[in-house]
């Protein structure tokens, strides 16, 4: 049995996530690595589920995100579930 390090539950499930960082975390859900793993979004604060978007090292959870903050944010096009004009 392993403990979760987020809840503390105790789990014959439970698994490991090794970072590139070199650093090994024991989780009993895929919701409490999320919570401790996943970047936040620098604009709502979002977790971050998923590719978002990175500019200039800055990391948000969509291009919407991305525009309301950086300059360089303008030049994202989200084209996902977009409709060709």
């Known amino acids: 049995m ?14 490991e996530v090794r970072t590139s960082g070199g ?16 970047p936040v979004c620098e604009h709502c604060g979002c977790k971050i589920v998923g ?12 291009a919407h995100c991305a525009r309301m903050v950086e ?4 030049q994202l ?3 996902v579930g977009a409709h060709p004009a």
């Open 71 to 74: 300059d360089q944010g303008s």
């Open 2 to 15: 392993a403990t979760c390090e987020v809840c503390g539950n105790e789990y014959w499930m439970a698994f």
């Open 77 to 79: 096009r989200d084209t």
């Open 51 to 62: 590719h978002g978007v990175e500019v200039s090292g800055r990391f948000f959870c969509c």
């Open 23 to 38: 650093n090994t975390h024991t989780f009993d859900s895929f919701e409490c690595a999320i919570h401790k793993l996943a």
